[in-house]
T-cell receptor, first 116, second 116 residues
Framework: AQKVTQAQTEISVVEKEDVTLDCVYETRDTTYYLFWYKQPPSGELVFLIR??????QNEISGRYSWNFQKSTSSFNFTITASQVVDSAVYFCALSERRNQGGKLIFGQGTELSVKP | AAGVIQSPRHLIKEKRETATLKCYPIPRHDTVYWYQQGPGQDPQFLISFYEKMQSDKGSIPDRFSAQQFSDYHSELNMSSLELGDSALYFC???????????????FGPGTRLTVT
């Protein structure tokens, strides 16, 4: 069965610190997709990144970077030099290829609080 | 850029009443997904439609029904509302991929339903 685990429920850092949000997934599919979404206090879900299971290249986008490791079934998200505006709940999610509907299975979310 | 539109944004209903939530996907997106997010919870998949046909079904109560119309907008109908139906309801859409949905889902702002 598919499952996404975000073991960190809450993380609190001071502005300019680096922070890594962990995500571990379980799936029996060989082709799958991993996502990170941001949910700020306003409530919307903002798409951050999608990673295909056959592409293990790490990605960097500004202060954000993602480390995908199939060997450990992890897809971790690092924010460098965090800012107050990064405060939000971050969700990791999985979608399996065999499921043609493409539904997302979300982790429990990690609430990040960045203090000035 | 155009985003997913959901209406209404807020809805207050009493127990046993009915509610209809509407979703207008991003133009040229042919797949719509509905998710329910309870307070402090991660989003849970309800149902999805691809090219106006139901493509997958999750933990959607029998009291709920949904459809996708010829213009690709979707409606979620909820009857005999219960207190536990109070939640944030998200609609997401995705664009056509080479073989079915592209798996990259863009979320609307959500409809906050309160049942009293």
């Amino acid at each position: 069965a598919q499952k996404v685990t975000q073991a960190q429920t809450e993380i609190s850092v001071v502005e300019k610190e680096d922070v890594t949000l962990d995500c571990v997934y379980e799936t029996r599919d060989t082709t799958y997709y991993l996502f990170w979404y941001k949910q700020p206090p306003s409530g919307e879900l903002v798409f951050l990144i999608r990673r295909n299971s056959f592409d293990e290249q790490n990605e960097i986008s500004g202060r954000y970077s993602w480390n995908f490791q199939k060997s450990t079934s992890s897809f971790n998200f690092t924010i460098t030099a965090s800012q107050v505006v990064d405060s939000a709940v971050y969700f990791c999610a999985l979608s399996e290829r065999r499921n043609q509907g493409g539904k997302l299975i979300f982790g429990q979310g990690t609430e990040l609080s960045v203090k000035p | 850029a155009a985003g997913v539109i959901q209406s209404p944004r807020h809805l207050i209903k009493e127990k046993r009443e009915t509610a209809t939530l509407k979703c207008y996907p991003i133009p040229r997106h042919d797949t719509v997904y509905w998710y329910q997010q309870g307070p402090g919870q991660d989003p849970q998949f309800l149902i999805s439609f691809y090219e106006k046909m139901q493509s997958d079904k999750g933990s959607i109560p029998d009291r709920f029904s949904a459809q996708q119309f010829s213009d690709y907008h979707s409606e979620l109908n909820m009857s005999s509302l219960e207190l536990g139906d109070s939640a944030l309801y998200f609609c997401a859409s995705s664009s056509p991929g080479l073989a079915g949905p592209s798996y990259e889902q863009y979320f609307g702002p959500g409809t906050r339903l309160t049942v009293t």
